[in-house]
T-cell receptor, first 113, second 113 residues
Framework: EAQVTQNPRYLITVTGKKLTVTCSQN?????MSWYRQDPGLGLRQIYY???????DKGDVPEGYKVSRKEKRNFPLILESPSPNQTSLYFC????????????FGPGTRLTVT | AQSVSQHNHHVILSEAASLELGCNYS??????LFWYVQYPGQHLQLLLK??????LVKGIKGFEAEFIKSKFSFNLRKPSVQWSDTAEYFC???????????FGKGTRLHILP
């Protein structure tokens, strides 16, 4: 089954404790992206990647890192999480940008205390 | 700055009512336009998209949208809504010369049975 998976689905952590949210897709997609969803703000793009070893900043990259060492994986790293990073995070993948549909993962609800 | 505006943040309708959700964008160039839907507790999925050709596009579940270039709009419509259409709806835009995808803030639709 074609899908985007994220782990963990739920995470509660404390300020400053490094964490990684994994994202994996099995559709051989070149484009992958991370979004955060906050009430009243919709989805905002954090980082995206056009292909292996190619990443770029979205609209809200501060406090996040990503890597793309393999085509299927695109982990999101929070080196020193802060409470304002409490949010619902979605990973997405597609065959490219432009006219291509994005396929979204199930989401990761992160709470930073 | 690039932006996407969804005029209605929260819409409440009765079953069988007609629906129109507004979406306007601020780009001047060629754009690719999308509507995504997020049902309660689920991840986003594509309703429909437009990138060229007939400006009236049809999507899944009886939804359609019309691209009006002169108004920079891509409004979503459905002639007769059902209780199962209760969800959050997001308009998204990609400008052809850019790899970023910008989402609107979303419209929460609540259908009364």
């Amino acid at each position: 089954e074609a899908q985007v998976t994220q782990n963990p689905r739920y995470l509660i952590t404390v300020t400053g404790k490094k964490l990684t949210v994994t994202c994996s897709q099995n559709m051989n997609h070149e484009y992958m992206s991370w979004y955060r969803q906050d009430p009243g703000l919709g989805l905002r793009q954090i980082y995206y990647s056009m292909n292996v070893e190619v990443t770029d900043k979205g609209d809200v990259p501060e406090g996040y890192k990503v890597s793309r060492k393999e085509k299927r994986n695109f982990p999101l790293i929070l080196e020193s999480p802060s409470p304002n990073q409490t949010s619902l995070y979605f990973c997405a993948s597609s065959s490219g940008t432009g006219r291509y549909e994005q396929y979204f993962g199930p989401g990761t609800r992160l709470t930073v205390t | 700055a690039q932006s996407v505006s969804q005029h209605n943040h929260h819409v409440i309708l009765s079953e069988a009512a007609s629906l129109e959700l507004g979406c306007n964008y601020s780009y001047g160039g060629t754009v690719n336009l999308f509507w995504y839907v997020q049902y309660p507790g689920q991840h986003l999925q594509l309703l429909l998209k437009y990138f060229s050709g007939d400006p009236l596009v049809k999507g899944i579940k009886g939804f359609e949208a019309e691209f009006i270039k002169s108004k920079f709009s891509f409004n979503l419509r459905k002639p007769s809504v059902q209780w199962s259409d209760t969800a959050e709806y997001f308009c998204a835009v990609n400008e052809n010369r850019d790899d970023k995808i910008i989402f609107g803030k979303g419209t929460r639709l609540h259908i009364l049975p």
